[in-house]
């Protein structure tokens, strides 16, 4: 009994694998079911001449994983596009971690991480085409926008990772702004000012990573005030159930909807050729990550970018996952 059990696990253990990582015969079977299911969404307006784009990030590489073929696309049409990071991914002790060899990780460290971030950050946005002017760095604190948003609107905020309390990269938007919601909702208020977005690609609030969500809410309030709802477009990175399959690179299939956005108002972005080559080296450039998330970063180069024209699904429909 024993032994069944053991070669039922390892069993089970083996067809989880090919699941995830996709031999080669097994991405017929994706490529069959992907098409099929993405080819029946609505196709998504992409940006044209004279648009003015606003995609916000959460952390450096949320901007390529939901929206680089996006950006390339509506930039060879003739829009502009302006990119906008909350945070400078300065929370990521896993992966200091890994890029120290397992030595003990100081706040030092993960302030240099976060400056790195950005370094990467810019080099990606290049492999764009999106100029530097283009480029705002919030630098607001990295898993830490959720209690920003709910308890330290008004009370600074220490971050346990960096051990800062306002914000202190060069480069940001309003360095020594406090790490409070309060500054961050008026530095974001700023940004929307400057670009006049006609379209603002976020954050769903479906998304499982409090700091995407806590970006939605904030955003939506922003836009709320200037009457700009209607323009805001939402996106996906952390979707559930090992969410998006599989894993690694494989630009022939198409990405499909999340688990934790079933029920949202998808529309597909198709990318050619170009924009899925620049979003590849894109993702490439945010190297201190693809030691530690690469075959799940690598994953969001596909044949289309999916986005929705709702943050949530019809109320009481369908339960989050």
């Known amino acids: 009994m024993k032994r069944r059990l053991l070669a039922g696990l390892f069993l089970l253990t083996l067809v989880l694998a090919a699941v995830v990582n996709a031999p080669s015969w097994l991405q017929y079977a994706y490529a069959w079911w992907g098409r099929a299911h993405v080819e029946r969404l609505p196709q998504a307006a992409a940006p044209g001449s004279g648009e003015r784009v606003l995609v916000l990030a959460p952390h450096p590489d949320d901007e390529v994983l939901c929206c680089g073929g996006l950006i390339r696309q509506a930039l060879d049409a003739g829009a502009e596009v302006y990119v906008a990071w909350m945070t400078s991914g300065d929370g990521f002790e896993m992966d200091e971690l890994v890029l120290r060899r ?26 764009l085409g999106v100029p530097q002017a283009n480029l705002f760095f919030l630098g607001y604190p990295d898993r830490g926008l959720r209690p920003l948003f709910l308890e330290n609107f008004y009370v600074p905020y220490r971050s346990p990772f960096t051990h800062l309390e306002a914000v202190a990269y ?32 976020l954050p769903s609030p479906r998304d499982a990573h409090p700091d995407h969500q806590a970006t939605s809410y904030f955003a939506q309030r922003v836009a709320g005030r200037r009457g700009q709802v209607g323009r805001l477009r939402y996106w996906i990175v952390h979707g559930g159930l090992e969410w998006p399959l599989p894993k690694g690179y494989h630009p022939q299939l198409a990405l499909e909807p999340a688990p934790r956005g079933r029920g949202l108002d998808w529309r597909r972005l198709p990318l050619d050729a170009g924009a899925r080559n620049a979003k590849h080296a894109a993702v490439l450039a945010h190297k201190s990550q693809l030691d530690v998330l690469s075959r799940f970063m690598l994953a969001f180069v596909r044949t289309n970018e999916l986005f929705s024209s709702t943050p949530f699904p019809e109320p009481g429909r369908y339960p989050v996952p």
């Open 102 to 127: 397992g030595r003990r990780v100081r706040p030092e460290d993960l302030r240099a991480l976060g400056e790195r971030r950005m370094r990467e950050a810019r080099a990606a946005a290049a492999e």
């Open 170 to 201: 060069p480069g940001t938007l309003r360095r020594g702004a406090p790490y409070t919601g309060e500054a961050l909702e008026r530095d974001l208020t700023a940004v929307f000012a400057r670009v006049d977005p006609t379209r603002v690609y």
